[in-house]
């Protein structure tokens, strides 16, 4: 039972998180170096094959990043298996700060920083990272825009066009105008408040493979992608030659969110509501890399909502949605999804007519119920039926019947629209019987 009680709660979970305001976290491969920009000494020596990776965060449409953060309870970890690679000529701690006019110079252009949308500034110009696959605007970095480095090759570095890394980079920089620019740029943990030095991955002062902090952040008065749908926000750009990894948290501004409280997004923990501090975290899948892949489909036991991406192939124990109190009249001994609302016992079922709603279930029925989740409709298709009385039910989570639509009888497939207009977001159970036969899918409303 208890294992039943906490698969039930993760299925609450399953919606909760369908309203999350983190969507996914995308590692764009920006660039690869090759054996022309390995020349170049001014900026530091930069392995051929090393690749610039740009991280992204996106974000529920009109949702905005105030801060990437560590503290106490959620660490801050960037880290790579080999050295960052910064250039010790003009690279910056915070991508904000890059000067335009270094962009041409060398291999600043591949400078490892953190930010929060903010790439570099024109006159009255202020540039944010966009994915390279959607900058349409073309390019001011690399190629000709490129002065060569210290052996002024002609043509200039930056001009490799791996596949790997998607549109050349002197064709799109993955850099746009935005016109509404974040204000109160405020940080800790990363430039020493005495030197002035940044001594971590993101300067060139010492060389190192990872940043580890529970005191650490950056934070603005809040930022939105170029493109307000997909609202995509650069956070990192990371040049190594090792493997990356990372584990986020972040702070969100969500318009439909409760107001009075902030939102915070974490890589671990727990979901957490503090009344006191007046704060809401929730743990996203998203912002660990790489990501966790599992079972995401809700239809089998094996389902986590902890999972960033599929593997339908762990998905191996399909729900049997039932009633596991031996002592009902439908009692199904091989459920192992128990569903109190559709127990029924003599003389108490709910005023249900009992021949419905405990059928003999010795024959094959399969009901499929999708899309799943579903904003507006579902669609319940079943396996052909011989010229049955059809009839299916739809219970909410606290087993109470919802709707009742008897489809009379039926030859063939059944394959039939359900408006979802009038439901409340949440879990529900759908029951299809045909004669003796029946079988129950669940759904979420979102």
Same mark, same amino acid.
């Given at each position: 039972?208890?294992?039943?009680?906490?698969?039930?709660?993760?299925?609450?979970?399953?919606?909760?998180?369908?309203?999350?305001?983190?969507?996914?976290?995308?590692?764009?491969?920006?660039?690869?170096?090759?054996?022309?920009?390995?020349?170049?000494?001014?900026?530091?020596?930069?392995?051929?094959?090393?690749?610039?990776?740009?991280?992204?965060?996106?974000?529920?449409?009109?949702?905005?990043?105030?801060?990437?953060?560590?503290?106490?309870?959620?660490?801050?970890?960037?880290? &790579?298996?080999?050295?960052?690679?910064?250039?010790?000529?003009?690279?910056?701690?915070?991508?904000?700060?890059?000067?335009?006019?270094?962009?041409?110079?060398?291999?600043?252009?591949?400078?490892? +920083?953190? @930010?929060?949308?903010?790439?570099?500034?024109?006159?009255?110009?202020?540039?944010?990272?966009?994915?390279?696959?959607?900058?349409?605007? $073309?390019?001011?970095?690399?190629?000709?825009?490129?002065? $060569?480095? !210290?052996?002024?090759?002609?043509?200039?570095?930056?001009?490799?066009?791996?596949?790997?890394?998607?549109?050349?980079?002197?064709?799109?920089?993955?850099?746009?105008?935005?016109?509404?620019?974040?204000?109160? +740029?405020?940080?800790?943990?990363?430039?020493?408040?005495?030197?002035?030095?940044?001594?971590?991955?993101? $300067?060139?002062?010492?060389?190192?493979?990872?940043?580890?902090?529970?005191?650490?952040?950056?934070?603005?008065?809040?930022?939105?992608?170029?493109?307000?749908?997909?609202?995509?926000?650069?956070?990192?750009?990371?040049?190594?030659?090792?493997?990356?990894?990372?584990?986020?948290?972040?702070?969100?501004?969500?318009?439909?969110?409760?107001?009075?409280?902030?939102?915070?997004?974490?890589?671990? $923990?727990?979901?957490?509501?503090?009344?006191?501090?007046?704060?809401?975290?929730?743990?996203?899948?998203?912002?660990?890399?790489?990501?966790?892949?599992?079972?995401?489909?809700?239809?089998?036991?094996?389902? &986590? &909502?902890?999972?960033?991406?599929?593997?339908?192939?762990?998905?191996?124990?399909?729900?049997?949605?039932?009633?596991?109190?031996?002592? !009902?009249?439908?009692?199904?001994?091989?459920?192992?999804?128990?569903?109190?609302?559709?127990?029924?016992?003599?003389?108490?079922?709910?005023?249900?007519?009992?021949?419905?709603?405990?059928?003999?279930?010795?024959?094959?029925?399969?009901?499929?119920?999708?899309?799943?989740?579903?904003?507006?409709?579902?669609?319940?298709?079943?396996?052909?039926?011989?010229?049955?009385?059809?009839?299916?039910?739809?219970?909410?989570?606290?087993?109470?019947?919802?709707?009742?639509?008897?489809?009379?009888?039926?030859?063939?497939?059944?394959?039939?629209?359900?408006?979802?207009?009038?439901?409340?977001?949440?879990?529900?159970?759908?029951?299809? @019987?045909?004669?003796?036969?029946?079988?129950?899918?669940?759904?979420?409303?979102?």
């Amino acid at each position: 039972m208890r294992n039943i009680l906490l698969f039930m709660f993760t299925f609450l979970m399953v919606y909760a998180n369908a309203q999350d305001a983190v969507k996914k976290v995308i590692v764009e491969t920006y660039y690869v170096s090759d054996a022309i920009d390995s020349t170049d000494t001014i900026g530091g020596k930069l392995e051929e094959g090393t690749k610039t990776y740009r991280i992204y965060v996106q974000l529920k449409p009109g949702c905005k990043l105030l801060s990437l953060y560590g503290d106490k309870n959620n660490t801050l970890k960037i880290s &790579s298996t080999a050295s960052v690679f910064n250039n010790i000529s003009d690279g910056v701690t915070f991508g904000k700060d890059m000067n335009v006019k270094y962009l041409k110079n060398n291999t600043v252009a591949l400078d490892s +920083w953190l @930010t929060l949308g903010q790439t570099t500034k024109k006159a009255a110009k202020t540039y944010f990272g966009i994915l390279k696959s959607q900058d349409t605007n $073309g390019s001011i970095i690399g190629g000709v825009n490129n002065d $060569g480095g !210290s052996s002024g090759i002609p043509g200039g570095l930056l001009t490799n066009t791996d596949a790997i890394a998607g549109t050349p980079l002197a064709i799109a920089d993955g850099m746009d105008t935005l016109a509404n620019v974040a204000s109160n +740029w405020v940080s800790n943990g990363i430039i020493d408040l005495i030197s002035g030095e940044d001594s971590t991955i993101f $300067g060139s002062v010492k060389s190192g493979n990872e940043f580890i902090s529970n005191d650490a952040y950056l934070s603005n008065t809040g930022v939105m992608g170029i493109n307000a749908d997909s609202n995509q926000i650069l956070i990192a750009q990371l040049t190594t030659k090792g493997q990356l990894s990372f584990e986020l948290n972040l702070q969100v501004s969500d318009p439909n969110s409760d107001q009075a409280y902030r939102n915070f997004y974490v890589a671990q $923990g727990l979901d957490t509501i503090n009344a006191n501090e007046r704060t809401i975290t929730k743990v996203s899948p998203y912002l660990k890399y790489p990501a966790a892949c599992g079972c995401l489909d809700p239809n089998f036991l094996e389902y &986590s &909502s902890k999972y960033a991406c599929n593997s339908q192939d762990l998905c191996k124990t399909r729900i049997v949605l039932g009633c596991m109190d031996p002592l !009902s009249c439908n009692y199904n001994p091989d459920a192992n999804f128990n569903v109190p609302g559709l127990c029924c016992y003599p003389g108490k079922c709910y005023d249900r007519d009992l021949s419905l709603a405990c059928p003999a279930e010795d024959a094959i029925l399969h009901l499929t119920v999708f899309p799943n989740p579903a904003l507006s409709q579902i669609t319940v298709e079943t396996s052909p039926i011989s010229e049955k009385k059809t009839i299916y039910f739809v219970y909410n989570y606290y087993g109470k019947l919802i709707l009742e639509k008897d489809l009379g009888i039926v030859k063939g497939k059944v394959s039939d629209e359900l408006n979802l207009s009038g439901f409340d977001p949440g879990m529900y159970v759908v029951r299809l @019987t045909a004669g003796d036969a029946a079988d129950s899918r669940i759904f979420i409303k979102n």
